[in-house]
């Protein structure tokens, strides 16, 4: 088999419930802190959920000030602008500053690759749905004359805004494009960069995710499919992947984002190699909807073509980044599919969640989780899975619980296994020139 | 004639061979029948009758009876997917049909699945019960009513609807589809990038088949609002269009291809419909015209030019997206000069503005006209030459692919 172009990460910078940047987030990961509290930007009374993990709104108040948004001077970039956008915008900064994007000259090789389904409608939005609607018949003739509905509410409902204005604001004039596939956004986001840069469509790509849906039609969408946990006895306990007492998962916010980059252009202009991303892989349950497939067929497939396209083995992995939602179908099946791709060495080798400390972010969990992953090896530390206190027999793999551990570790997968049942997985190594 | 700097083509492309083409919009149900009505002149543009659409511009290009294909899907959650599900299903049911597959021919994890998928909008219908639940007697919404009590009136799968890779999945779903995939969203560049993975699959040996393509918008109040706000369509009375050049109206399509290796399509003896020869991609956005730029449009057609290693004077037909100024300067700047210049189209102003089925359905359609037998392509035909396809999003992002028609039999 040929050799594939190296890639590696070059940059990377998230914010999360936990923290503001990439250090913050892991240096709290580490310690087992949790970012799941009540919501406050919503009303949340009557709800039988009420919990979420939010980014700290103080984290986003000089959002217009960054040096990307301030030196492009965009009109209205505030209006225009969605709160996931927002938070990408503020993980992007971070990941550019380390990768020193700015050095680069041939701004037509690089490219945007994001996660992101846009701006959910708003209460505002039905109450318009009222008064130019009461009949069924919207009447849009009285809606525009009165201009009631902005033209920035459309524009944030789009998702391909949020890469065509990071285009802008980091002036890559490569390819721009959206993935809108549920929780496996971010991660697919990665695996196309990774492929573009690989085909030598472009050599520097800006990957990630980002999602904001703490909202009341954002979060309404997952009380009503009865996804979200609605028994805990406190907000910080709600997400316990993999234990026995997890009833669902724990919505949250945030952003992550990679600067990948082929080796050879990476060493030319002796950039930071942070990591290499190895392989990629998707799948489709192509089973139910609501539900995930039953034996884990899609994500032991997912997993399954990351190893292959990174041309090693199952016996290489030795860690996993588990998708780890704290439903009880996902961790039982992720947990099966776990096996019957690392069979015999399953159970020995570490295995944890990330989402029971940040909750889950959807579109951009994969991306964030990549960071993590990445910031776990160079650092020989694996994060813990917090909230592990009850054992199910269903899930009875090593999950790294409570405390982080100290271990060196070259080569991890990092699942993302998105609603509808669209899978991905990232094989990611540490850097070995 | 403008020079095409030399660059690597990767020649890899050309391994992939179309085998299917399926579609449906405001023309007719299979890409047949579309193809011959689009060479023959008929437009799709029509009254809207489903709603009143007030002071928007009344006509579009809707697929009015796109063929019913039985799933068991539930039909409240089917009727919250819209037009996206019947279009994606029924142009990917007819690629799969003209490409002789059917099922149990390939294992499921090794059909990958690619597509580009226009917004998805909410009925109104499916939320004005919650809200009319919770109005207080000065017609103000109660907000603590509409949390108690409000929302419990909307359908509970109603969120799926609101997801772009619902309808995706459900025709995963249906056809068991499991192998590799992605969607990307939501305009012309789009249902490129999905062709483009879909390749980029094929070539690597991820996947045995391949079905790739794209899916427009549902024509509805919301997306006749969105595209009258950013300019792209006028009003009777107003015209303050974003490039007065192109005045455009949308329309409805679900456009799919087959892709399979070119060696492992012949084994098989299926008909080679054609081969995608290249790719390119750019962005960059015209702030005054909106769309992308005519230079990041030339850096998009020069790139594709390049993969497929190919010189302007090389392509038999230009397929444009047809929204913009922009886009006929860079065609004009890269096929103008010293050769004849190649036959340009576009399926914008008799089938409206597609988004990303747009230009799979154009790549589909100049696969079959010469097969339709058109006198408006005698004498100079374009056959066998390649046809340029291009992509193109209102927010600058842009896409060109160039397919070339085989003669299957000489293969």
């Given amino acids: 088999m040929p050799a594939k172009k190296r890639v590696v990460v070059t940059g990377y910078g998230m914010i999360t419930p936990i923290g503001k940047d990439s250090r913050e987030t892991f240096a709290n990961a580490r310690k087992g802190v949790s970012g799941i509290g009540l919501l406050s930007s919503f009303d949340t009374k009557g709800l039988p959920c009420r919990i979420g993990g939010q980014v700290d709104d103080f984290w986003l108040s000089d959002f217009s000030a960054s040096p990307a948004c301030a030196t492009k001077r965009i009109q209205g970039i505030e209006k225009c602008s969605s709160r996931g956008l927002k938070l990408m915008i503020s993980a992007v900064s971070e990941a550019a500053g380390s990768a020193c994007l700015d050095s ?81 956004a971010g991660a697919q986001a990665i695996g ?57 998962f724990v919505m949250s916010e945030g952003a992550g984002a990679l600067v990948l980059e082929s080796l050879d252009h990476a060493l030319e202009r002796n950039a930071p190699v942070f ?65 019957r ?80 049942g669209q899978n991905a997985c990232l094989c990611l190594g540490k850097f070995l020139p | 004639m403008k020079a095409i700097s030399h660059c690597p083509s990767s020649s890899s492309a050309d391994k992939v061979a179309i085998t299917g083409l399926g579609g449906v919009c405001s023309l007719g149900n299979s890409i047949g029948e579309i193809a011959r009505r689009f060479m023959s002149g008929e437009s799709g543009k029509k009254q809207i009758t489903d709603f009143d659409t007030g002071e928007f511009s009344p006509l579009a290009a809707q697929a009015k009876n796109p063929p019913v294909i039985k799933t068991d899907i539930h039909p409240e959650l089917a009727r919250s997917m819209g037009k996206h599900l019947s279009l994606l299903l029924a142009s990917a049911g007819e690629a799969f049909c003209r490409a002789g597959i059917g099922s149990g021919m390939f294992d499921p994890q090794d059909i990958g699945f690619f597509a580009g998928m226009g917004m998805v909008d909410y009925h109104v219908e499916d939320l004005l019960g919650a809200v009319l639940k919770s109005m207080n007697p000065d017609g103000g919404l109660d907000y603590d009513r509409f949390f108690a009590v409000g929302y419990r009136e909307i359908y509970p799968l109603w969120p799926l609807g609101m997801l772009n890779n619902v309808a995706f999945c459900q025709v995963s779903i249906h056809f068991g589809l499991q192998g590799e995939n992605c969607v990307f969203s939501p305009h012309g560049d789009a249902g490129i990038q999905a062709v483009a993975e879909a390749v980029n699959v094929l070539v690597d040996g991820k996947a045995k088949v391949a079905l790739a393509g794209g899916v427009s918008e549902e024509i509805s109040p919301l997306s006749l609002a969105r595209a009258r706000l950013h300019g792209l369509i006028g009003s009777p009375e107003k015209k303050e269009l974003l490039d007065p050049a192109s005045e455009i109206f949308l329309g409805e399509c679900g456009a799919m291809l087959v892709l399979e290796p070119l060696s492992s399509a012949l084994e098989r003896g299926a008909h080679i419909l054609g081969r995608i020869s290249g790719f390119g991609f750019a962005y960059g956005k015209d702030r005054e015209r909106g769309f992308a730029s005519r230079q990041a449009i030339c850096l998009a057609i020069g790139g594709a030019l390049c993969h497929a290693g190919l010189d302007p004077g090389g392509i038999g037909l230009v397929m444009t997206a047809g929204l913009s100024r922009n ?38 359609i100049g696969l079959t006209i010469p097969d339709a037998r058109s006198s408006v392509l005698s004498p100079r035909s374009y056959a066998l030459r390649p046809i340029l396809v291009n992509g193109i999003s209102y927010e600058g992002r842009c896409a060109s692919m160039i397919v070339e028609k085989t003669s299957g039999e000489t293969l």
């Fill in chain 1, 275 to 339: 990591a290499e991303v190895l392989g990629y892989g998707s799948s489709a349950d192509a089973f139910r909807i609501t539900d995930v497939h039953p034996k884990g067929d899609g994500a032991a497939f997912a997993m399954q073509r990351a190893i292959s396209d990174a041309q090693l083995t199952s016996d290489d992995i030795e860690y996993v980044n588990a998708h780890g939602t704290s439903t009880i179908q996902n961790d039982q099946v992720e947990t099966l599919a776990i096996k």
């Fill in chain 1, 104 to 184: 680069i000259e041939n701004r037509d090789r690089i490219g945007v690759s994001i996660g992101y389904h846009g701006e959910n409608p708003s209460i505002e939005d039905l109450l318009l749905l009222y008064r130019y609607g009461q009949n069924g018949v919207w009447d849009i003739c009285g809606l525009s004359k009165n201009g009631v509905y902005s033209f920035f509410n459309f524009f944030r409902r789009k998702p391909d805004v949020a890469s065509s204005i990071l285009s802008i604001l980091f002036n890559c004039r490569g390819s721009s494009f959206t993935m809108v596939s549920a929780c496996a």
């Fill in chain 2, 327 to 364: 886009e006929l300067e860079a065609v004009g700047e890269i096929f103008g000069g010293d050769v004849e210049p190649p036959i340009m189209m576009t399926t914008a102003k008799t089938m409206g503005e597609m988004f990303a089925a747009g230009p799979v359905l154009s790549a589909a």
């Fill in chain 1, 341 to 420: 791709v690392l069979g015999e060495r399953a159970t020995k080798i570490p295995v944890s969640s990330n989402k029971s400390m940040i909750g889950h972010p959807i579109a951009a969990s994969g991306a964030i989780e990549a960071c993590l992953t990445i910031m776990g090896m160079n650092d020989s530390v694996l994060l813990p899975t917090i909230n592990y206190e009850f054992f199910d027999p269903r899930c009875d793999l090593d999950y790294v619980p409570n405390k982080a551990r100290q271990l060196e570790h070259r080569i991890a997968l990092s699942n993302s296994f998105g609603f509808g």
């Fill in chain 1, 192 to 248: 196309e960069a990774l492929g573009l840069i690989r085909e030598g469509k472009a050599e520097v790509m800006i990957a990630g995710g980002c999602e904001a849906s703490l909202d009341f039609m954002g979060f309404l969408g997952f009380v009503m499919i009865r996804a979200l946990a609605e028994r805990y006895s406190s907000p910080e306990k709600a997400s316990r992947p993999f234990d026995r007492k997890r009833n669902g």
